[in-house]
């Protein structure tokens, strides 16, 4: 007799009672369905005029993952008469959807962002709006908020600018097949192959990106991979777990989204606005005394250049072990939080990104503090009072940063139990691992393949991180998220 398989969890029920405990609630009330009835019946009017340019007539196209449907950003790119490129990037409009103080605005500002499970996505707006009538979606006319940079050969910018817009998405793409073509591993997807002007744009915007980003490394921005992993789900059963994998497409997108971020930022110096920043590490030394222990200097005084060097040459000399030194230097950093800047003073900067404005402004569709961002931009675009108060952005800022954080422990909490039901009919199986941490709570280890985290329950006696060993999966546990090996 076969042996009966056991059920499958309600993964969606699980998903909701780890977004509750971590204080979010994902219900819309009863009001934002009016307010979006309303926003249905009354669009807001897309006319062009001195202060909205109409550039729908532009080859328009949009990278996201593979199911995004709340687009938050389209690119074009065009080489000017000197060879320095013009690269503009339009963000999609929310601010044009939904006012400040209306029932939507409340509950955005209440939960701040939208949360990825894996099973399901607990968006920051109603589904109609943030993958519907405020998406970026292709062929149809929106409205958006562009940034305009100009950019050389060495990828420093030489002028920017701000302006609002209608815009029309002509080819909406996704990051595996485009990066795939980009790099010269797989042919252009349809869309891409049916173009030769969209070949270009893509070329000469990937060009562009790898500009800005060699730039970005140079000034001491950190070469950071966490190997990254997502659960592989499909009719709401957890098949495997996969690696997020970087390329040039997801690259793009990142060096625009940063240099924009930086534009916006910059332009909003007269005004207070929000930041996001990561602080020059307090923990340096901690910083000093990690890198002693890879046999590695790094100088009295933080140094995000020094840093990122010694990153580059442990990725290395040691890419088995990299993901977890990249950890460990994240939580040595400390978190990147939300704060308020105001008119006059010292930019705190993005230790990380090593620049020293930066604010975010490209993802207003899932991201409260955008829609913020947005507000500040359309208000000194058109010569209006600051829509926000030093208290309110003040209040806005901490909680963005409490949220943000919280959503990142409701995925994470996720990830463990997704990876225990992955993981669940491997049980008796060897795997090559590498030990991640040793303390008082146990030893635990990481597989290499699928790369999965869990506790040595047995044989950890003697080993040390970065220790290599042969691990047997025992046990998983899903509703704790528990995955335990003995070594094999």
């Not at 707006?125 to 409205?143: C, F, Y």
């Not at 908020?145 to 950019?151: A, D, L, N, Q």
């Not at 040390?464 to 025992?474: E, I, S, Y």
Request: with cysteine.
């Amino acid at each position: 007799m076969s042996e009966k398989k056991p059920p499958t969890p309600n993964l969606q029920a699980i998903a909701r009672q780890v977004m509750q405990a971590r204080g979010f609630q994902p219900n819309f009330p009863p009001e934002t369905q009016q307010q979006m009835a309303e926003i249905k019946a009354h669009p807001p009017q897309l006319t062009a005029s001195s202060n909205v340019k109409d550039l729908r007539n532009l080859l328009w196209s949009s990278i996201d993952n593979d199911t995004s449907k709340d687009l938050d950003q389209i690119e074009i790119a065009e080489r000017m008469p000197n060879g320095d490129v013009k690269i503009m990037i339009g963000i999609a409009d929310v601010d044009a959807f939904v006012q400040k103080g209306t029932p939507i605005d409340q509950h955005a500002a209440r939960e701040t962002t939208s949360v990825y499970t894996g099973v399901a996505i607990f968006p920051m707006l109603p589904n109609e709006l943030s993958t519907g009538a405020s998406s970026l979606l292709p062929e149809v006319d929106r409205p958006a908020v562009v940034t305009e940079m100009v950019v050389n050969s060495s990828g420093t910018l030489t002028s920017s600018n701000v302006y609002r817009a209608i815009v029309r998405n002509k080819a909406q793409l996704t990051y595996n097949a485009v990066g795939a073509w980009l790099e010269g591993t797989s042919p252009a997807p349809p869309k891409v192959a049916a173009s030769a002007e969209l070949q270009q744009q893509l070329k000469l915007q990937d060009e562009v990106a790898q500009a800005l980003r060699k730039l970005r490394y140079e000034n001491g921005a950190l070469n950071i991979d966490t190997n990254e992993v997502v659960p592989l789900v499909i009719h709401d059963e957890v098949m495997d777990v996969t690696a997020v994998a970087k390329n040039h497409a997801t690259e793009l997108i990142e060096d625009f989204m940063v240099a924009a971020n930086g534009v916006v930022a910059r332009l909003l110096e007269k005004v207070s606005s929000l930041r996001r920043i990561v602080r020059t590490p307090e923990h340096w030394d901690g910083l000093v005394r990690l890198a002693a222990g890879q046999g590695e200097n790094l100088p009295p005084d933080p140094d995000s250049k020094a840093l990122n060097n010694f990153l580059l040459k442990r990725k290395a000399a040691d890419p088995d072990h990299f993901a977890d030194l990249s950890l460990a230097v994240i939580k040595l950093i400390g978190p990147g939080i939300y704060v308020i800047e105001r008119p006059g003073e010292p930019a705190q900067g993005h230790f990380g990104l090593a620049v020293q404005d930066y604010t975010h402004s490209t993802a207003p569709n899932r991201r409260f503090a955008d829609v913020v961002t947005q507000r500040l931009i359309k208000s000194l675009l058109d010569g209006k009072p600051n829509p926000y108060s030093d208290e309110e952005l003040t209040a806005i800022a901490a909680n963005c940063t409490a949220k943000g954080d919280a959503a990142r422990k409701v995925e994470r909490d996720m990830s463990k139990r997704l990876s225990a039901i992955a993981m669940s009919h491997r049980v008796g199986e060897t795997f090559d691992a590498i030990v991640t941490g040793v303390s008082p709570k146990g030893t635990f280890v990481r597989v290499m393949q699928p790369h999965i985290d869990g506790l040595l329950a047995e044989g950890g006696e003697g080993l040390q991180v970065g220790d290599k060993l042969r691990a047997k999966l025992v046990r998983t546990d899903v509703q704790r998220g528990f995955i335990d090996f003995v070594k094999g």
